[in-house]
Nanobody, 123 residues
């Protein structure tokens, strides 16, 4: 079992940057594919980025590719989302997710979820 706790959200101006962190519990963290999702008010939860268990491969939604970077540290049991050139439309609650399946980690069927952290992009 994996427990996930996100942090690093906040209020930032358009064009600014934030780095989200996700702390994972459990000795098997390095066997999980990891992902980030976001949910804006009144909208569905959407995929943002994913990274394979060993960090070798990453994937991004078209809306964030080139601006966001996902990474992980399997020694510290951490996953990160570096967000640059933020836009007001990036405002949402951001969630960390974990699943053993690469086919699932880009979907909302992922097995484990954190509680979310709010990101607000506004001047």
């Amino acid at each position: 079992q994996v427990q996930l706790v996100e942090s690093g959200g906040g209020l930032v101006q358009p064009g600014g940057s934030l780095r989200l962190s996700c702390a994972a519990s459990g000795r098997t963290f390095s066997t999980y594919q990891m992902g980030w999702f976001r949910q804006a008010p009144g909208k569905e939860r959407d995929f943002v980025a994913a990274i394979t268990y060993n960090g070798a491969t990453t994937g991004y939604a078209d809306s964030v590719r080139g601006r966001f970077t996902i990474s992980r540290d399997n020694v510290k049991n951490m996953v990160y989302l570096q967000m640059n050139s933020l836009k007001p439309e990036d405002t949402a609650v951001y969630y960390c997710a974990a699943d053993t399946s690469l086919a699932v980690i880009t979907t909302t069927s992922s097995k484990y979820w954190g509680q979310g952290t709010q990101v607000t992009v506004s001047s």
